[in-house]
Each structure stands twice: as C-alpha cells, then as structure tokens.
C-alpha cells in the first residue's frame, strides 16, 4: 500500500480520488485514516484526520467509531485523540509471522541478474561479530564471473555490502567498530585509513548505494543497497558483483540504480521502512 503524503496544517486537504472500481468507499476511507493514524506515531485528532481524508468531521467520527468498535482503534487522552488499537496489531503481526525473507528475495535476485547480466547477492548483517554474511546468490551465465560460497563472511570496509551496512551507522559507532575491527588491507584499493572510509561512506548516503572499487578482490567491483525492516533498520542488502571489465565507470552509476530499486522492493514486500 503506498503511503498519501498527509496535509500540512492549516490547509484544506484535496477529496481522495474515486476508488478504483471493486473497492467499497467506506472499506477505503477506513483503511486511509488507519493508516494515517499509524502514521502519526502516536496519536491525532479528529479534525486533523478529516482534513487529511477531505471529509467532514461526522463522516470521519462515524468510521473512526466502526474500527473503534472492531478493536482497530482507539481514543487515547483528555482530547480524545485517536490511536492504533490493538486488534491492528493483532492482524498486523500475522503478516510478520508468515513473512519468508528468501522466498521473498530470490525472484527479485533472479530478476536483476537477468536485467543486469551480472551475479547478484543477498547478505545479512551478523551484528555479534558486524560481518555480512552471504545467504542467497544468482549466478550470471558468463564464464567471466564473481562466485561467493553461500554462507561466506564479507568484511564490513572492503566489500558492497559491508560498506552499504557501514553507512547506516554515524561516524561514532563506524570509529568504534574499527578500533574493534581494524582496516586489513586486502588489495592496494582497500580503504585503510579512517578519514578515507568515512569520506566513502558519506558518498554511499549520497548515492543510495555503495561502491567496492576492487577494495576485496582485484578485478572485481561490486554495487550494493540495504533492505530495511519495519523498524527502518538495515538487516540485509543486495550487491550486484562483476568484472571491472564489464561494470566499466559508466555501468556503475546503472547497476547502482538497479541495486536501489531492488532493495527498496524486497523492503516494500518485507514491510519494511527506509
């Protein structure tokens, strides 16, 4: 479900469009004002909500009591300002029980080695020793390609996805985990200075994206992007991984893109937040 931008204060919010044709009126504007509601991380008045929907305040007053009445939400304070209730939680931690990450994943993985000709990877953040870890792969059809046993440890600084996990964090706690970690040098391209890292990842926040220059294995390059939960943290990320003969400087800047619409879809599918 994709998310409507709520009104500022103040301004009148403009009529939902008509529902598409199957969708019951009522069924909808309900659902919008939990969903605005949940958005509000917290609670909100009535009014602000019917402004947001563009209906009257008796209108909203009387779906609000439908789903208050269904445990979906509820009135909170002196104001009576309206709150998830606990029936939606209920429904909603059936979704988290039946969610399955890789069957989730792997045809998004399968879908961008087609598009991208290149190996595809899914990692996961092992945050007791801060390793990723590779968990899933697509192999490309070349003969020239990247090949990483599955369950095989990536360092944190000189890979896609370590360094797409690193820039989640602030310069804090990436100066803590290497005085922890140290910076091993694994090719003459590895980032091994603190201020040179932190450069770089100020770079990967830029782009969405991070950017192994041959920083793990000569000749190799790989792009990645982090899959969030919904709490909005990163737990795993996508790479796409290849020669530098074929991801040349101008692919690069493509599969980087490609990487970020990959994972903002498996976060989408996961029901996750950025």
């Known amino acids: 479900m994709v998310a409507s931008v709520p009104a500022k204060r103040g301004r009148k919010a403009t009529a939902p469009a008509a529902p598409a044709g199957g969708q019951v009126q009522s069924l909808t504007r309900g659902?919008?004002?939990?969903?605005?509601?949940?958005?509000?991380?917290?609670?909100?008045?009535?009014?602000?909500?019917?402004q947001q929907a563009g209906l009257p305040n008796s209108t909203t007053h009387?779906?609000?009591?439908?789903?208050?009445?269904?445990?979906?939400?509820?009135?909170?304070?002196?104001?009576?300002h309206w709150a998830v209730g606990a029936h939606a939680f209920i429904v909603g931690s059936s979704f988290l029980q039946s969610r399955n990450l890789m069957a989730i994943v792997h045809p998004i993985l399968r879908k961008l080695m087609e598009e991208s000709g290149e190996t595809v990877?899914?990692?996961?953040?092992?945050?007791?020793?801060?390793?990723?870890?590779?968990?899933?792969?697509?192999?490309?059809?070349?003969?020239?390609?990247?090949s990483a046993p599955i369950g095989g440890k990536l360092p944190m600084h000189a890979s896609g996805a370590g360094k797409?996990?690193?820039?989640?964090?602030?310069?804090?706690?990436v100066g803590d985990l290497l005085h922890r970690q140290g910076l091993h040098a694994y090719t003459h391209a590895t980032l091994v200075s603190p201020v040179h890292l932190k450069e770089d990842l100020a770079q990967t926040r830029k782009r969405g994206y991070?950017?192994?220059?041959?920083?793990?294995?000569?000749?190799?390059?790989?792009?990645a992007a982090c899959i969030y939960d919904e709490h909005g943290e990163p737990f795993a990320a996508i790479s796409i991984s290849g020669p530098i003969s074929r991801m040349t400087d101008d692919r690069v800047t493509e599969l980087g893109a490609m990487v970020i619409r990959g994972a903002k879809e498996v976060t989408l599918a996961y029901g996750g937040m950025r």
């Open 121 to 146: 990877n899914l990692a996961v953040l092992d945050k007791s020793d801060h390793q990723a870890i590779i968990i899933d792969q697509v192999q490309c059809t070349q003969l020239m390609r990247m």
């Open 210 to 223: 991070s950017f192994d220059d041959e920083e793990h294995a000569l000749g190799l390059r790989c792009v």
């Open 31 to 50: 659902l919008k004002l939990l969903e605005w509601i949940a958005e509000s991380h917290g609670s909100v008045a009535l009014t602000e909500l019917a």
């Open 164 to 173: 797409a996990f690193l820039a989640r964090l602030d310069d804090e706690q």
């Open 62 to 80: 009387r779906l609000l009591t439908t789903m208050q009445q269904l445990g979906f939400v509820r009135q909170v304070g002196e104001l009576g």
